[in-house]
């Protein structure tokens, strides 16, 4: 029996959880208040560009995904990487990462599936309620020159310190 300790996902992949964010009124306007590591639709009395609304695992900011700067597809991939750009005087948030977002056109959650095809572990992602409905999501039952290594709820990884040593997983 081999066994492969690759992990199911690619570390250097985030998938941010979906939440839904409260919008406050204050004196000063209409404030919005992100949970770390999770991303949220955009409110209705936002501006069109805003596609979706994102909050750093690092520095805890809120960020809009930008129309004219990203894109996302079906399977909540954000092209390109995001990039936290958060400034408070001398200190900025250098956190970079791809990023996933988990639920993004369905609601169902994001698995991730590693596969071994000619010697090259492939990671696919797809939406599904079960790691059966995954796996036919992805077509591996019919797939004969695939090895599955693992299929799984995508996670992600959440930073703990300042400078992203330390990371645990949701």
């Not at 695992?57 to 597809?73: A, E």
């Not at 591996?140 to 995508?154: E, F, K, M």
Request: aromatic residues 8%; charged residues 25%.
């Amino acid at each position: 029996m081999i066994v492969d300790r690759t992990p199911a996902i690619a570390v250097d992949a985030m998938v941010f959880r979906r939440e839904e964010w409260p919008l406050r009124t204050t004196f000063r306007g209409s404030e919005i208040a992100g949970v770390s590591g999770t991303w949220s639709p955009r409110h209705a009395n936002m501006a069109d560009f805003v596609l979706a609304l994102v909050c750093c695992p690092k520095c805890q900011k809120p960020s809009i995904l930008h129309s004219r700067v990203h894109k996302i597809s079906s399977l909540g991939k954000v092209s390109p990487s995001f990039i936290c750009k958060y400034m408070d005087g001398n200190i900025s948030c250098d956190f970079h990462r791809n990023v996933f977002l988990d639920e993004w056109s369905k609601r169902k959650p994001l698995y991730a599936c590693s596969v071994m095809r000619n010697g090259k572990i492939e990671i696919s992602y797809c939406h599904a309620n079960t790691v059966l409905e995954a796996t036919v999501e992805l077509g591996l039952q019919s797939d004969r020159g695939a090895r599955v290594i693992a299929v799984g709820r995508a996670i992600g990884f959440f930073v703990n310190d300042k400078i992203g040593n330390d990371l645990s997983v949701d």
